[in-house]
């Protein structure tokens, strides 16, 4: 069992930043694939971004390409999604995900894809 924690979460004006975190309590963090997902109030969750274990690999939803990027510091056991530009319709509780599981630039984040989830970051952006 792994234990995922995600920070950064708050509350930014249109068009403010916000860099989240991800840490697992993994012995070998970097074998880990990370996911970050968000789900709005009384939506879906969505799959936002992946990176691959090593970092060779990236995924980003088309609605955030340009906004956000995701990376890791695998020495820290961290991975980064940092939210540029942020939008209202952004606005949403963002969920980190971990397995050993591919993270490949065409595929569609999956949250069956991923065992270990954390609590939740709330992101809030308002006009």
């Known amino acids: 069992q792994l234990n995922v924690v995600e920070s950064g979460g708050g509350s930014v004006q249109d068009g403010g930043s916000l860099r989240l975190s991800c840490t697992a309590s993994?012995?070998?963090?970097?074998?880990?694939?990370v996911a970050w997902f968000r789900q709005a109030p009384g939506k879906e969750r969505e799959g936002v971004s992946c990176?691959?274990?090593?970092?060779?690999?990236?995924n980003m939803v088309d609605s955030v390409k340009d906004r956000f990027t995701i990376s890791r510091d695998n020495a820290k056991n961290m991975v980064y999604l940092q939210m540029n530009n942020l939008r209202v319709e952004d606005t949403a509780t963002y969920y980190c995900?971990?397995?050993?599981?591919?993270?490949?630039?065409?595929?569609?984040?999956?949250?069956?894809?991923?065992?270990?989830w954390g609590q939740g970051t709330q992101v809030t952006v308002s006009p």
């Open positions: 995900a971990v397995d050993m599981t591919p993270c490949l630039p065409a595929r569609v984040l999956a949250s069956d894809d991923y065992t270990y």
């Open positions: 990176i691959s274990a090593r970092g060779g690999s990236i």
């Open positions: 993994a012995i070998s963090f970097d074998v880990y694939a």
